[in-house]
């Protein structure tokens, strides 16, 4: 006996007969149901599933059957979740059951495997796969193919000598359901046979696939009544051996029932065999008549075929959509039964139907029906009514329907019958195929329905690709447009980097009148050519590339530019480049100006600590001194060294201010309204004496101007610090202009100023401007750093222009400057109008009475200041306690909160700063009395919420009075309004407390 794999074996299901015929048709397995195609690759089947990618499948479903069938007759209700989401492979099936028990179908090894998994867990069985092999052949489900094999199986048990026809059925049936394996018998004898199957090790498989086969081989002997064979697995491919080997074993049955059955299970076979051709017989007779009734319709179809590829491959023969229209129309007469024809097309802005064109009537009439219009809402008109559903209608005899007579169309042309067609592409309908005939009695439009619907199928596409052109030719023309007017330059290069085009944007950034034909070598700086040769070379790779280059105008200047450049491929070679280039001049000068401002905000955040830190130096050299300079009156000697030693801190101090004035983060107190003329006029009126008889003022002002925001001291000082320079700028003289103007820096007229990249509004505009020896580009950018000067050593400290900007900055405005070496230099100060123009200045009111008896907490991480505050206090009396942090400050008024009158309080401090220790004190004492004592100006590290709280501000560096005068002025409960503490003093005049 000879066995061999459920490769074929899993065919032995009940077929009916037209199953049965179409399986002896076909010598390969047929597509599967999904849109695909079948590929024999490598001894497997790859199917190419429409819009999915390619899938190998090994298995004919006749191994999915199997399963299926015997889930079906243990458990139908299990067959639905057996298939359900079995994976994308089956996502276009209709119907999954029956495209699995489809012999003719194949499918993945992947979905078999995910078939067996999900029986095995229907039925909790690890082995069912084995049971379902061996019930398949059991069952007796056999068809033509089993019968030969089991014939064949028969013929060697008859007569061994003929053992070679089986092994030939072994090896052609398992490649017939499968390409998983190959066969080889190795051993046979009349009693058993050793079978060998050599698995594909290129295809995924489990031990499932191994247990079926051993399933089927052990049940072919119930075929034939006899019982199953033994079978023993030697080795095992799923067990890490080459392959699988079977051992099989069969008993013989006696003599007697031998012969009985060589002489009823061929009877057997062979009755239920005639039984079956019988079947075929019948159906094949059937198949010829419909084949024999098909082939005439296939004549006559073909004959319309030609028809209509003849009149396609003429329809192709032009574009123009009047032209088409024509040649398309006299073709459709001329290969139909229809007399005359005209498309209607949509109007979709008016949602109408119009007459675009029609032949085969004389051309009166067809004038006259040009002007013929029908809504497409319009229920009871036809075409109308065909535009809107997409279906086709056709009426064979106008003069018994129930059509309109009066209808303009059919009253001028009289139609026998019509048909009205759409023309649709993608599902939209865009139009009307209307054709009719003008006498009966020849074959009805009926009879080639269908032949007119795949025309006017033609005649859509032909006209819709006319469109098409006609759209691409608007935006072919549309988009050279925007290329050649776009904003930036763009460029076509070839292999060789050769310039095939490029639009008039890329010759305007380069200065040439012609740009094709140069090599985009010689456009670039020699230093950047390495980064545009890198750029070409990542083109070639197939990849998108994106540098900064600097470019060179025909003129010589420099252009800073970013090329996009994108490859253009044939295929794998690369064919050239097309790049966008974008001029960033604008922009990197920009960024420089940004760079120097930020530079600067840097530098003043630097100089206000530096600043800050030098106050309290100057804090306790200042009040030791006066305090030296009071009890040393009678020594007339020491205290004129005190004097010196007092005058160079005041020096020292008005040199931090300066100093502050140009710090970052802190500001004037607060701005207040200043009226620009009046400050420009009293300061022309100190320069009068500063000023050369061989330098000329100027004044320039414009009336009626509007306040501004700012510190009129402050103001003053930096129109001073502009003039004086400008006089130093002119050695053998000149003249000097200030000037004032209104402008919006928001305006078109405000594009000169585009570098400032100012807030829109209203500005007050104060122009210095010389005639003097101007300022290099390479100072330019440094003019307003501290310390940075021109002039001899000794000539200037550095810091009036960095002053300048400092004011100006904290005034929320803006400073431009325009200079070059021997051409002058205009320096322009932009203040903002000031929004209130009812607040006014107020100075500060000492108190005349000093001294006094209370107990002060002094807190100051500085020892010098803290000393220096203990002494200045405990001169005039008062009790002082003091405290070296916020903290320790916390601990002393809470325990002695109820003898402590008033805290004077350090703004910077280690631990604890004094903004959270006002906290900690307004919590213990919501009436705690404080003064701030800071070196930093009025809106520095929240100072500015804090005074906002009602407390006073002492500013460092301090003179023993001003400190006792603010005490003094707390104690007494006048803590002041927000007018009396905006400023505080050195000498009793109104400085600005400056950032």
Avoid at 566 to 575: A, F, L, S, T
């Amino acid at each position: 006996m000879a066995c061999t794999s459920f490769a074929f074996l899993a065919a032995d299901h009940p077929l009916t007969p037209h199953q049965s015929t179409t399986r002896l048709r076909k010598s390969v397995p047929r597509p599967d149901r999904l849109g695909c195609k079948r590929v024999d690759f490598q001894g497997g089947v790859v199917f190419s599933f429409l819009g999915s990618k390619a899938m190998e499948k090994h298995n004919s479903c006749i191994n999915a059957k199997a399963v299926i069938d015997y889930v079906e007759e243990r458990s139908p209700t299990l067959v639905r979740p057996l298939l359900e989401g079995l994976g994308p492979e089956l996502g276009g099936v209709a119907d999954v059951k029956e495209f699995l028990t489809d012999s003719n179908n194949w499918i993945s090894t992947d979905l078999l495997i995910r078939l067996y998994d999900r029986v095995k867990e229907l039925f909790g069985n690890e082995d069912v796969v084995f049971d379902i092999g061996f019930e398949s052949v059991g069952k007796r489900r056999l068809g033509y193919i089993q019968r030969i094999f089991v014939s064949a199986f028969r013929s060697y048990v008859r007569a061994p000598n003929k053992y070679a026809l089986t092994i030939k059925h072994l090896q052609s049936l398992n490649d017939k359901f499968n390409r998983t394996k190959r066969v080889h018998i190795d051993e046979l004898r009349k009693d058993g046979a050793v079978v060998r199957l050599e698995w594909f090790n290129n295809i995924p498989m489990t031990r499932d696939f191994c247990l079926m086969n051993r399933g089927v081989y052990t049940a072919v002997p119930v075929v034939w009544n006899e019982p199953p064979c033994q079978l023993e697995e030697h080795k095992c491919y799923f067990k890490g051996d080459e392959y699988c080997e079977y051992r099989i074993s069969w008993q013989r049955p006696p003599s007697v029932k031998r012969l009985l059955l060589s002489i009823i299970a061929p009877w057997r076979l062979a009755k239920a065999t005639i039984q079956e051709l019988e079947q075929d017989k019948e159906l094949l007779r059937e198949k010829y008549a419909e084949v024999r009734r098909l082939n005439i319709q296939l004549n006559s179809q073909l004959d319309r075929l030609v028809s209509l590829q003849e009149a396609s491959t003429a329809i192709l023969s032009t574009l123009d959509i009047q032209e088409l229209m024509n040649l398309i129309l006299r073709l459709l007469i001329d290969v139909s039964v229809l007399d005359r024809a005209a498309i209607f097309l949509v109007e979709e802005e008016q949602a109408t139907l119009y007459l675009a064109h029609a032949v085969g009537a004389p051309a009166d009439y067809i004038r006259e029906a040009e002007t013929y219009t029908v809504p497409l809402e319009k229920d009871s008109n036809i075409i109308a009514r065909v535009a809107r559903t997409g279906k086709p209608e056709l009426v064979d005899d106008v003069a018994n329907s129930n059509l309109n007579k009066e209808n303009i169309l059919i009253k001028k042309f009289k139609p026998q019958a019509f048909i009205a067609l759409p023309l649709k592409v993608r599902g939209k309908v865009f139009g009307v195929l209307v054709g009719d005939q003008e006498k009966a009695g020849g074959q009805v439009i009926s009879t080639e329905k269908e032949f007119l619907v795949s025309f006017s199928n033609q005649i859509a596409i032909a006209i819709h690709n006319a469109n098409l052109y006609r759209k691409l030719e608007d935006s072919e023309r549309q988009y050279r447009e925007l290329v050649e007017n776009a904003h930036e330059g763009i460029w076509v290069v070839d292999e060789n980097g050769i310039i095939t085009f490029a639009n008039q944007r890329l010759a305007t950034i380069l200065g040439h009148e012609e740009m094709l034909g140069r090599n985009i070598n010689q456009l670039v700086t020699p230093d950047k050519k390495r980064i545009l040769l890198k750029l070409l070379v990542q083109n070639m790779r197939g990849l998108v590339a994106q540098e900064e280059i600097q470019m060179i105008r025909k003129e010589g200047e420099h252009v800073s530019a970013i090329i996009s450049s994108v490859p253009i491929m044939d295929g794998e070679r690369y064919k050239g480049s097309f790049a966008m280039v974008t001029d960033i001049t604008e922009k990197k000068r920009m960024e420089t100006k940004l760079l120097h401002q930020q530079k600067m905000e840097s530098i003043g955040t630097m100089a206000g600590g530096i600043a800050h830190d030098f106050n309290n130096i100057l804090t306790g050299v200042l009040g030791y001194a006066s305090l030296l300079k009071h009890r040393l009156r009678d020594q007339e000697e020491t205290k004129r060294f005190i004097d010196i030693i007092e005058t160079s801190s005041l020096r020292a101090a008005d040199l931090v201010r300066q100093l502050l004035a140009f710090s970052r983060g802190t500001q004037p107190e607060d701005l207040q309204v200043v009226y620009p003329n009046r400050v420009i006029r009293e300061t022309s009126r100190l320069l009068e004496s500063s000023l050369g008889k061989d330098l000329q003022l100027e004044l320039d002002l414009n009336q009626g101007l509007p306040p501004i925001e700012g510190n009129s001291t402050q103001v003053q000082q930096a129109v001073l610090n502009l003039c004086l320079n400008a006089r130093d700028a002119m050695p053998n003289g000149g003249k000097i202009t200030i000037s004032s103007a209104a402008v919006d820096l928001g305006e078109k007229s405000s594009l000169h100023y585009k570098d400032l990249a100012a807030d829109p509004g209203q500005y007050v505009r104060i122009r210095v401007a010389d005639n003097g020896i101007g300022i290099s580009q390479e100072d330019l950018d440094k003019i307003f750093d501290p310390f940075f000067s021109t002039k001899e050593v000794g000539k200037g400290s550095g810091l009036g222009l960095a002053m300048v900007y400092g004011i100006v900055q904290n005034s929320r405005g803006y400073v431009y400057v325009d200079s070059d070496k021997g051409k002058g230099t205009v320096f322009d100060l932009f203040f903002r109008v000031a929004k209130d123009k009812d607040r006014q200045q107020s100075l500060r009111r000492l108190t005349p009475g000093l001294a006094g008896e209370e107990t002060v907490l002094l807190v100051d991480d500085e020892p010098m200041v803290r000393d220096l505050g203990n002494e200045i206090l405990r001169s005039y009396g008062y009790q002082v306690v003091l405290a070296c942090d916020g903290l320790e400050a916390l601990e002393i008024y809470e325990s002695r909160g109820a003898d402590i009158d008033l805290v004077v309080l350090d703004l910077l401090m280690p631990k604890l700063g004094g903004k959270d220790t006002l906290t900690g004190l307004r919590k213990l004492n919501p009436a705690a009395k404080v003064i701030i004592c800071s070196g930093y100006g009025f809106r520095e590290n929240g100072l500015q919420q804090v005074m906002a709280t009602g407390v006073n501000l002492v500013q460092k560096p301090f003179k023993p009075e001003e400190l006792a005068s603010a005490v003094r002025e707390v104690l007494d409960g006048d803590t002041g309004t927000k007018e009396n503490r905006e400023t505080s003093s050195l000498s009793g005049k109104n400085i600005a407390v400056q950032s």
